[in-house]
């Protein structure tokens, strides 16, 4: 493939349209979106072009099939001005994984990171003012052959959106309430749980609803064989400190590897800390909670990086973590995890892609 990206800009920037004081997740798309197709055994085409609605046959494959998967990551402007892409190769590498399990040719890793670059330099201007608040970057591709056979399609598009996004918590970093799932399940055991694809999303959303009709803001998915060791908090990895030891369910085919998850980890082993990746099954949680061995809970994700947990309602009963209150532990992670972001902090692993 000719990895030279065509860039046709926009004539006028719709960036006036948006008002950054009222930024929501994912709502405003910068002005530009960067696009690849798959035809005859090859990707091909890359190009930067305005963002805007694409064609697409009514008998795709992933309209019907789900055929679809996607990333997210996110990029920042620090006080020095540079601009940081947070470990976009964790991204590829992820999104690599993820087309092989739902049988779509793998994207090469050096042209996804180049075209990020690319979208980050012509829409800089967008990445918002505020501490916290960031570039979201969206990939996504479908397959775009319209055929109702449920096999593999041979035609794809690739395309990377970004958007500028507001804090997950507004100036105020609060703990969420967790409904535990013991009825619907979210992954099982040879599932596409490990995969960042569209159905996992779908099947999550009336639980979802449900947990915030109840008054709870996520719910904390159980296994999907026993409902009995704790997987993610919504579309979150989830973790735990018990008895100062940090505790987050393994890797085994039911969860997303997380690239916060693992952030989090490399930098609680690199202090020192206790870590342990292993099954902890719910009534670990609520027996440390009971006894007060439970000293913190938080979910990791891009989008709020770390989720405090302060309430888990378990069969007709609620649990406090701590009085509710964001934990040391949650806080630390969250102002280290933002302050590498943002360029404040010493980059240790050589986690950002500075863009100049
Ligand atoms: C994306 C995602 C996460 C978090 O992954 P990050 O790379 O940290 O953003 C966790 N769980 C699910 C189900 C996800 O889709």
């Given at each position: 493939m000719s990895t030279d990206i065509k860039i046709q800009q926009?004539?006028?920037?719709?960036?006036?349209?948006?008002?950054f004081d009222k930024l929501a997740f994912g709502k405003n798309f910068c002005d530009h979106m960067f696009s690849l197709e798959y035809a005859d055994g090859a990707w091909c085409n890359p190009h930067i072009l305005p963002y805007g609605p694409v064609p697409i046959e009514p008998g795709a494959c992933s309209l019907h099939y789900g055929q679809t998967v996607f990333e997210g990551l996110k990029a920042f402007r620090g006080k020095d001005g540079a601009v940081r892409i947070f470990r976009p190769d964790m991204n590829a590498k992820r999104l690599r994984t993820s087309c092989e399990r739902i049988c779509i040719p793998p994207i090469d890793e050096e042209i996804f990171i180049r075209a990020i670059i690319e979208l980050v330099k012509l829409?800089?201007?967008?990445?918002?003012?505020?501490?916290?608040e960031a570039f979201y970057i969206r990939p996504l591709v479908f397959s775009s052959e319209g055929h109702l056979d449920v096999r593999p399609s041979t035609e794809f598009r690739f395309l990377i959106m970004t958007s500028p996004v507001c804090t997950y918590f507004g100036d105020d970093f609060r703990t969420i309430a967790l409904k535990v799932e013991d009825k619907y399940t979210r992954a099982a055991p040879g599932g596409v749980g490990y995969a960042k694809t569209g159905g996992n999303y779908a099947a999550s959303l009336l639980p979802g609803k449900e947990s915030l009709n109840a008054g709870y803001n996520q719910v904390l998915w159980l296994d999907g064989r026993d409902h009995n060791y704790v997987e993610e908090a919504g579309q979150m990895n989830i973790m735990f400190k018990i008895d100062n030891t940090f505790v987050t369910p393994p890797?085994?085919?039911?969860i997303l590897p997380g690239v916060t998850r693992d952030s989090v980890l490399t930098l609680l082993r690199d202090k020192g800390h206790d870590v342990e990746e292993r099954p902890i099954s719910i009534n670990e949680v609520i027996e440390g909670s009971k006894n007060g061995k439970l000293q913190e809970a938080f979910g990791c994700g891009t989008a709020a990086v770390i989720c405090p947990v302060g309430k888990l309602f378990y069969q007709n009963e609620v649990y406090d973590i701590k009085g509710c209150k964001p934990g040391p532990s949650a806080t630390e992670l969250y102002n280290e995890i933002l302050g590498i972001q943002l360029g404040e902090i010493e980059d240790k692993h050589g986690w950002n892609v500075v863009v100049d």
């Open positions: 926009i004539d006028k920037s719709r960036i006036d349209s948006v008002d829409d800089k201007d967008w990445i918002p003012p505020k501490r916290g890797l085994k085919g039911t």
